[in-house]
């Protein structure tokens, strides 16, 4: 009898932990920005070497489009902000797929895939790091 009302609980519960994460997330960012609080975890590479990575700059993006501020988060980062939408659309797919109980599995993308995005990365990288006066 514990066996089955333990079911029933898992059973309610799966479908609601991943968008439950994700409001946390959303409240998190929207309540405390990332601007204005330290918490947020700081960019070794950019505290190092004073170079923004590619994901220097994707909370504060998070947070500004959050707000509905598409233009400023493409000012802070802009590879995040329009990669955004694949990123939403393969974790509906991973949640529909985890509500029909099957498999979940990594995706396994071509190398052709792995280094054009390594690729779209680095020049990404090069380009945000740029003098501004260099255009």
Not at 22 to 41: D, N, T
Not at 73 to 95: C, D, R
Request: charged share 10%.
């Amino acid at each position: 009898m514990i066996h089955t009302a333990r079911s029933r609980t898992a059973d309610i519960l799966r479908p609601a932990v991943p968008p439950a994460i994700i409001a946390l997330a959303a409240i998190i960012l929207l309540r405390f920005p990332p601007a204005q609080h330290s918490f947020y975890p700081r960019c070794p590479i950019h505290e190092l070497f004073h170079l923004q990575c590619p994901g220097c700059g994707a909370t504060q993006a998070l947070a500004a489009l959050l707000h509905g501020h598409f233009a400023e988060a493409m000012h802070f980062n802009a590879l995040v902000t329009l990669l955004l939408p694949f990123a939403a659309a393969y974790g509906i797919i991973s949640y529909y797929h985890m509500l029909q109980r099957k498999t979940l599995r990594w995706p396994r993308p071509s190398p052709a895939v792995i280094y054009t995005g390594l690729a779209v990365a680095a020049v990404f990288t090069a380009i945000r790091n740029l003098p501004l006066h260099s255009f």
